[in-house]
């Protein structure tokens, strides 16, 4: 089973509206109501500390494989997207939350993405000013892509000077994507999901300094080789996790932020 499906995919069309769920400037700051961020602790109190992937019980081979893509790509379509989620959660704080509380694929999901679908062409063409996407590319954004964006955003705001060694490590974080009626229709976005989970609880300060890290940057490159060790036991036997290192980063980005999230509440 391979987890290649790609969060973002860039078409030659100008840039419009963002398709449907299918398809930060410095010195900000942003208040956010506490039942929305507490929601998230919530959900992991409900689902019980199984929930959480156990680490070091599955020994699988190969565990991840990197789709290698163009590089000053990769890097320019990251920057869109870092700069998407950081506008968009300015312009709606509180539906941004809405999106990563809900579980993803779900009608919850796509109505959250609903209520933020007015701010995306605005935030978009903004993320895409200076360069080569803007006014001749269309970027076609993914449920799981504009999550991860939004969280890394979320992240930078709330967590910047907050390490994962300030907090206390929670015996149990809510899936992103739990078991449930999915299961057959999105397997490797399950996969992928508990993929990045497993490992950001395994190792949150080294994810931390690949999420905080500069694209296509040495700094990137030495995150991923100290993640490297510890990604075997988060996959289960004979599973590959394949994709490219953008889709990589933004769902460690989901990981670490629910993580945080929850770490940062009172015992």
Request: proline share 7%.
């Amino acid at each position: 089973m391979s987890a290649s499906d790609p969060l973002w995919s860039i078409r030659n069309r100008p840039i419009a509206d963002i398709g449907r769920s299918d398809s930060f400037g410095e010195g900000s700051s942003v208040m956010l109501a506490f039942p929305l961020i507490g929601s998230l602790s919530v959900i992991a109190a409900l689902q019980g500390a199984a929930a959480q992937p156990a680490i070091g019980t599955r020994i699988p081979r190969p565990a991840y494989e990197e789709d290698h893509v163009d590089a000053a790509s990769r890097s320019e379509t990251f920057v869109v997207l870092d700069r998407l989620g950081n506008c968009v959660v300015k312009a709606d704080p509180g539906s941004s939350m809405a999106l990563l509380i809900a579980v993803p694929t779900t009608p919850g999901g796509k109505k959250a993405i609903d209520g933020l679908r007015t701010r995306l062409p605005g935030c978009l063409t903004a993320a895409a000013q200076g360069t080569n996407l803007y006014g001749t590319l269309k970027l076609q954004i993914k449920e799981n892509a504009l999550r991860g964006a939004i969280a890394g955003a979320l992240y930078r705001l709330q967590f910047a000077r907050r390490s994962p060694d300030s907090l206390r490590k929670p015996a149990a974080v809510a899936l992103i994507m739990p078991p449930g009626e999915n299961d057959a229709k999105y397997p490797q976005l399950i996969a992928a999901y508990e993929f990045a989970q497993c490992l950001t609880q395994a190792q949150p300060t080294y994810v931390r300094q690949l999420i905080l890290s500069k694209i296509g940057s040495g700094e990137e490159n030495a995150a991923l080789s100290q993640l490297s060790p510890f990604m075997a036991p988060c996959v289960s036997k004979g599973t590959t996790i394949k994709t490219e290192r953008n889709s990589l980063r933004l769902m460690l980005a989901e990981s670490l932020y629910r993580w945080s999230i929850t770490a940062a509440q009172p015992s």
